[in-house]
Each structure stands twice: as C-alpha cells, then as structure tokens.
C-alpha cells in the first residue's frame, strides 16, 4: 500500500525541537499534540555538520518501543540514499541502531516507561489520530496521518485498552461544550462513539459498553447510542426505560430520550425529557442547548431565544498544538501518485486572490465552541421567521435599551433616592467573564455598523425600504442596572414593582447580545451580495470574485442555512482553483440528494488532496466510502470508481478505503 511521503522541517539549531516540546509539557491540558519524530542527517563525507529534521505523525502504533522503532525503521526506506532533497540530490546515509526508551515528564525528568505507562500512551495516540485527522482549525505543517486501527486485530487491542482505562478517561478532559468531564463525557467516550459509528463496527462497541454497564449503569446512555446508530431503536429504548427507572434524574440518559423523540418528530415527549435533563445538569451546556432545540422544533421561539439566554458559555480552549521555533527550511514533497492536474498550483498566483476585507472580518466566521453552537440556533431561528419576526421576538422577551431608559426616566420622581435593581433568571455559569470571548471578535459600537449599511439593493438595483436589513437595537445589559443586593430575586421583585411595564422580562446576556450583532452583519453582508449577484445577471453581467471571496461567501450561506446559494458559490470558487473546503460543502449536498456517482468523484479528489498533504486516513472520507458501500454494495463502488477518468494511482488510493470496509466486513461489502 502507497503511504504519504516524507515533509521534513530542518532545525535552525540540532535538538531544539525536542527542546521546545519537553518545555510545553507543562501546559498540556488533555489530549496532547501529534507525536514528534525527530531525525540527525549526516553525509558520509567528512567535514559536513549534522542537521536536525522532524515532522508531527498520528495513527502510530505506539503500544511499545518496540512498534515506534518500526515507524522509524519506515523511514530508512521512504528516506533513502539519493532522495531529491530541496531540489537537489543529496546523499543521506541512514543507519538504524539499538533503541532507548524511556518517559519524560513535566519537569524534564527521565522516568521508567511501566507497562500502564506504555497502555496510556497507546490509547492516547488512536484518540489522537481520530481527533486531529478532519480538524482543518487545527491543521499542522509537516504532519503525517495514518489509519491507527486498520484490522480487527488492531481493533480488539484498541477496545481491550479501552476497557482498562475506561473509569479513567474524564482525566483526558472533555469536548468544550462540557463544563465539567464525567465517565460518559470525555475525550475517550467521543472517540469510542465517533471509532464506531464511522466503521459500523456496532456488535464490537454494543459488546464494550454491555460489560461496562455491568459496572456503572450511566454508562447505558453510550450504549443506547450505539444501539440507535445500529438501528437496534427497540432495545435502545427499553434500555433507556430500565436505565432511567434506576436513574430518574441521569441528564445523559434524558438527553439521549430527548434526541430520540426529537428524531421521530415528537418534539412534545422529547419537551418533557429536556426539561428534566436541564433540571438535572443546569450548569452544562449541552442540556440547554438540547432544551432550546426542542423549543425551536415546537416553534415557541421566545421560549427558545429565554432558553439560549439561560445557557451557561465557557471559554473556549485551544486543542494541544505544538509551539516550535521557527525552521531553517521546509520540505513539503509529493507524492508522486496523488497528483492530480486540477491541484496544480504551479499557475497559481496569489496576487489574484484577493480578498475583500469585509469578508475577512466577518466575525461569525471565528466562532467556537459553545459560542458557535450558540449561533448556529439563532441561525436556524431566523431561517424559520425571518430578521424581522427574530427581533420582534427578541424586543418582547427581553428590556431593550430604549425603553428600559423611558422607563427609568418616567419613574424617577416617584423613584427618587432609591437604587436601581434587575433581575437575572440564569443558571449558574462558569467562572471568568465569557462575555469577553465575543466582545474580541466583534465590537458593537455604532461605527462598525454605518448607518448605509443597514440598506441594501433590491433586484432592480434600486434602494428600497421593504429590502433593508434592520440594525438590532441594543439590550440592557444586567451590568448597566447598578445597585441591587446579593438576592436576584429579591432584586427581581423591586424591580417589577418599579417598572411595571419591565415586569414580564428578562434581562439579555452580553454575549447573545452580541451574537445578534454577528448575526446582523453575516444577513447584511449576504444580502447585499445576493442582490448584486441578481443586479449583474439581470443585465447579463458577468459576476467576478476571488476564489477566496467565492469560498467565504459559501460558507457564509452555509451558516444561514442557504443551500443553494452556497452550492452556487463552492462551484463557482472550484472553477477558479481547486479548493477541499469547497468541494467538502458540495460532496456533503451530494451525499444529501444521494447522487451517488458525483459523490464518489468527489471523494476521490479530496482522497488524493488528503496524500498530498501526508494523510493517508480522512474519518470522514471512510464514512463516506462506508456509507455508499451500503446502499449500492461494494462491486457497484469499485466499478463506478473505475469507470473514472482519473489516474489509476489516484484510484487505488480510494480503493484503500473499500479495502479497509471489506476487512472491518461493514454493511454491502460483500457484493
């Protein structure tokens, strides 16, 4: 089987990059980065000094030292005598010698590499490589990506350590929609369920997560999941009924009741378990988030904007991505099997992709965590409803800053002396202003919102009322009501005794304040491209942007949930240049409409964008590929593959994953 080439970052100084990673140890919070391979060059001739090179890698076995002397015995054959070496041969000569293996921890101190050492490493190396393989946020220069479990061999090891270490995987931390790591939610369980659901392998994890069950019943909320993606829905949900009987108030187990109602249209039943499930768990995210999705879905859009206002928001953390010191020099080669005409970028010239720096600033666009899950409701709030309906929504359930200064200023005779008070119906919430995480990426203040802005141009060119985008007008914000006591709702009493007209409302958040002002502006800036785009066809114009321009705003229609529209601009960026954020927006509509044979066109070009730059495993191509072997069966996939007209080396690249479905015996695989 072909593998990635070999990207290569010579050091400035020998060693400093092992230097820069035992001093980041420190300051590892969960998972860690890609593992570090570090290589000392030499030439047989005398008198040259020796260089220092390394690159990043996933997916290697890392069970002992024993497996990761075999990676680097890999490369004396990939890094060969006479490699073309920064265009220029070179005569490298590789020798292999014993091995010394032994741990570091954060002090820099040497320690024995134990057995549970060794157990660990391992367990955290496959979730490592599930982790970071599609995450394009966290994309590393020079890392090479490998498939960490390629047999059922290899599976029963991964699950086996599993097991072990099981009870204590909330030490790996947790997704950062989850405040606080528990034994069903953490870094482990997602890379259990995200390993099963993407293989099928669903008898393996349904045989895992029953023993575990016998130990601790919470653990029947993972199980029931599996059992629900493996289309076993009757034994998930008697499951659920004997489990949640036991554990009444479990919010994993109401949330995963919710999800299922929610799936069969029963958004009354899927009402009561969300409830229940915020009851139980009021300071995680996720059960509110659950809560407002139900509201949306039963369409009570103020029940869901008060609900979003209530969910408690963390600051987002960064993944562990290695800090190292600038390189002398980066070798980025190709391999020579993955090229494809269409990724040439040799003619490519980045003068001529320039990017408007509105597009650029659109803040939307750096949203993360629970902030962009946040967002992503108050999207699809507006896509049911509209700009206008989700502001009057928002004006009738919150005290807008208009009127709460009326009616300060029309109370303060009779008010005179007495401080002001508010109330604030909230859960508790994380420690550290998380209003502040928004506030960085976009500022509120009239000047970044010009007035002209708020108009647009309607088909005809023309500016008309009916078409103008309306500015969201300000909230109070709790902050801005001084005064008060230690007691919300003593403060909440006064305050509806003051200002009767207020009494029914509550007081809006600084970040979801915030956030409809990124909204406002990712509505106004596709609106006025939409009507420019109508305007030019309209006299049989031609339409020109960047490629960039022509992905920002894809993505932009992506997040209003404008289909179409984001189609027409993905295309529009691939017949520019090629583009995987693009073609991923248009493989994803493809797989929708199941339109089969573009589908696997399109995963064989981001197949072979994903070799070229040293990945040999996607999670989310191996679905795919997984997926369509089902529903037409693995002799139909093969033949449609190569009926192409791509390069043969190209094929046998997708081929692989056929290949890795045919050994893991996945749905369709056998005709």
């Known amino acids: 089987m072909v593998q990635p080439v070999v990207p290569e970052i010579v050091e400035q100084e020998i060693h400093e990059s092992i230097s820069a990673r035992t001093e980041s140890l420190q300051v590892l919070r969960e998972l860690g980065p890609p593992d570090l391979v570090h290589l000392i060059k ?141 034994v069903v939610s953490n870094y482990l369980t997602s890379g259990l369920l995200d390993y099963i659901h993407t293989t099928g392998r669903f008898t393996s994890g349904i045989n895992l997560f029953e023993k575990l069950r016998s130990k601790e019943p919470e653990v029947a909320s993972l199980l029931s999941r599996v059992l629900i993606d493996a289309d076993e829905e009757v034994k998930a949900v008697a499951l659920l009924h004997e489990t949640v009987r036991l554990l009444p108030m479990e919010s994993s187990l109401l949330d995963v009741q919710a999800e299922f109602c929610m799936s069969k249209g029963r958004y009354d039943l899927a009402l009561e378990c969300a409830k229940r499930a915020v009851n139980s768990a009021p300071s995680e995210f996720t059960t509110w988030e659950r809560l407002a999705q139900v509201y949306l879905k039963l369409e009570q859009y103020e029940l869901a904007l008060l609900t979003l206002n209530s969910c408690p928001m963390f600051t987002y953390q960064d993944r562990d991505l290695p800090k190292m010191p600038p390189g002398s020099k980066v070798h980025l080669p190709v391999l020579p099997e993955s090229v494809l005409d269409e990724m040439n970028e040799e003619n490519y010239d980045p003068k001529h992709d320039m990017v408007d720096p509105t597009l650029l600033k659109l803040p939307a666009a750096s949203l993360k965590g629970t902030f962009a899950k946040a967002y992503r409701i ?55 202003d998380v209003s502040s995480d928004i506030e960085t990426i976009v500022n509120t203040e009239s000047e970044d919102f010009p007035a002209e802005c708020t108009q647009t141009l309607t088909e005809n060119g023309t500016k008309d009322s009916d078409s103008i985008i309306e500015k969201p007008e300000h909230t109070v914000m709790p902050e801005e009501v001084k005064g008060g006591s230690d007691d919300p709702v003593q403060d909440g009493k006064q305050m509806a005794e003051k200002y009767e007209r207020l009494q029914n409302k509550r007081l809006c958040e600084r970040w979801l304040d915030n956030l409809f002002m990124v909204l406002y502006e990712d509505l106004r800036v596709y609106t006025i491209w939409r009507s420019e785009f109508s305007q030019y066809k309209s006299q049989s114009l031609p339409y020109k942007k960047s490629a960039s321009e022509w992905e920002i705003l894809g993505e932009l229609a992506q997040r209003l949930h404008h289909s179409d529209e984001a189609l027409e601009a993905f295309y529009a960026t691939l017949k520019i240049r090629f583009s995987p954020g693009a073609l991923k927006g248009i493989l994803k509509d493809q ?31 191996l679905y795919s590929v997984r997926k369509l072997i089902a529903e037409e069966g693995a002799v139909k996939v093969r033949s449609i593959v190569q009926a192409t007209n791509f390069p043969q080396s190209v094929l046998d690249l997708t081929h692989h994953y056929a290949q890795l479905c045919m050994a893991f015996r996945s749905s369709g695989s056998d005709g």
């Not at 929708?592 to 191509?621: C, G, M």
């Open 42 to 182: 030499s030439q047989p001739k005398s008198g040259v000094k020796e260089i220092g090179t390394y690159h990043h890698v996933t997916g290697v076995d890392a069970s002992s030292s024993a497996s990761l002397a075999a990676y680097i015995n890999t490369l004396t054959y990939l890094i060969g005598e006479n490699q073309i070496w920064f265009g220029k041969p070179q005569s490298w000569r590789i020798t292999t010698g014993s091995v010394d293996a032994y741990a570091v921890d954060e002090r820099g101190e040497k320690r024995k590499a134990t057995e549970s050492l060794w157990l660990e490493t391992y367990l955290c190396s496959v979730l490592r490589a599930f982790s970071y393989s599609d995450d394009q946020a966290a994309r590393i220069v020079a890392c090479r990506k490998f498939n960490p479990i390629t047999s059922t061999e290899m599976e029963h090891r991964f699950l086996d350590a599993a097991e072990r270490l099981f009870f204590k995987g909330w030490q790996l931390g947790s997704e950062p929609e989850v405040q606080v790591p528990n």
């Open 591 to 621: 797989e929708t409409r199941k339109d089969n044979r573009h589908a696997l066109n399109s995963i064989i070009k981001l197949t072979a964008w994903q070799y070229r730059w040293y990945s040999e495993f996607s999670p989310s191509l």
């Open 378 to 432: 108050l999207t699809e709030i507006t896509n049911q409803i509209g700009w206008d309906m989700l502001l009057k929504y928002r004006s009738s359930v919150f005290v807008m800053e208009e009127e709460y200064r009326q009616e300060k200023n029309s109370s303060v005779a009779t008010l005179r002396g007495d401080s002001t008070n508010a109330s604030r119906v909230t859960t508790p919430r994380a420690s550290g």
